[in-house]
């Protein structure tokens, strides 16, 4: 890898942006993309039991109607935030929003399990090249890191809107309509989403972007690396693990990481220049991002197993039982600028990731004794993500190069993709080595319920170890951040990235 002797090329001249208000339709246009992004498998979760029947498919194939879309939007996020960085983020937004609508459109026609597996490939896909873009053009929108948490706080509360509504809003379309709806959703979101952008954020300038040549086996051993990462916790999920498959590609996983690792310290030009992720900004605010994904995935399955299959709660009920947790995500908006305001940027992103840890340690130790511990639990961890999310993500470009944004993106939203299902695969793993017969038994006897509680106990806080280490991790590498955090440092400025 070579480097040069030179300052980092600012993006663009400095906004004259001083109010969210100026920009109102872009941020109309990029909440639009992250709705979709929090929306899509939210709304389309509830109808897997209609669109089985409907399409004579199996489990297995049921589980891949959503993976696939997970598995490709994971896996070529790092690629399209590359592509981005060199030929436009607003143009590849713009194109996957198209991408998008169209693949929407294509549902109609579908009469296969087969062929909505791979629509939902396709969709995914249309995702990688528009929801890290998202995160770039509204860092771009201003100057000062005030209004950019604003502006990132006001994005992620569209796609919060998005999670929580999205499986009654599906609940309901459901009741008056087929399940094709449930994705045309898209088109019109799409379609907002791509005269936002097109009317309210300003086409990107040469000095901008980057021409180095894109690194295409450091891409390929990339997206391997993600999808088998991302393909190992449903594996240990669905078949445990006592089976060789989880194990195997786990394997795969790790050698194509070390593959692509060192690819990417001896390219000419590599994909990702690693010294960016070592950047003292950009490492921190990663492991923070990590530490929330693998809390909140975490979490959220360990609640809903607990709810339902340990003390017999409905499926509505459980909904109801999660309802701190939403309240605290759409509720909490209003005060994470504030709060950023009053603490500083680095102070605010280590202690929300603090809360997040705080809550899932509360829920492993303490939620066999109760609800209200799991509602202790739901609310330090909903309210250590609602900033996290934002001031993470921002610490992340701020600590890159301006002309690297999207690739800082791309980091952003792959760390959680992997932080999440890794946390779903360590609390899988563990029920299925402590716990006996069946989960979904109608009754347990009293060995498995305290098997199940041991469990739970177990899982929760062998993750509140592993995400604290992150966390621990961060805080580190935060206290090396220079007292302006505008100014890279001696070392950042004499080796200029190359990707």
Known sequence: ???????????????????????????AGLSAVFLFEMLDNSILNVALPTIGRDLQASASGLQWVTGAYSLVFGGAMLLFGAIADRFGRRRVMLTGLVLLAATSCATVLVTSAGQLIAIRAVMGLAAAMTTPGSMALAFRLFDTDDLRVRALTVISTAGLVGLALGPTAGGFLLAVT??????LINVPIAALAFIGIRLGVGAD?????????????????????????????????????????PWSVTAGAIVAAVVFTWRERTAHHPLLDLALVTRPMVSSGLAYKAAAGLAVAGLSYLVTLQLQFAWGWSPAAAALGMLPQVVVLLAGGRLVGPFVT????????WLSAVAVVSGLAVFGALSRFGYPWIVVALVLVAAGMRVVGAVAGNNVLQGLPPNRTSMGAALVDTSSELASGIGIAVTGTILAALFTGSLTAPAWNTAQSTQFQDAVQIAGLTLTVVAAALVGFGILRSRQVPTDPQAPTAAQHAATPSA
């Not at 009053?342 to 605010?348: C, I, S, V, W, Y």
Request: glycine residues 8%; without cysteine; positive net charge.
């Open 1 to 27: 890898m070579t480097t040069t002797a030179q300052p980092d090329i600012p993006a663009h001249a400095p906004t004259a942006h001083r109010s969210l208000r100026d920009v109102w339709i872009a941020l």
């Open 178 to 183: 087929g399940w094709q709806a449930l994705l």
């Open 205 to 245: 300038t040469a000095s901008g972007l980057h021409r180095d040549p894109i690194d295409v086996t450091g891409a390929v051993l990339g997206t391997a690396t993600i999808v088998l990462a991302l393909l190992a916790p449903t594996l240990f999920v669905a078949q445990g693990g006592h089976s060789l498959a």
């Open 342 to 349: 009053r603490a500083g940027l680095q102070r605010a992103a």
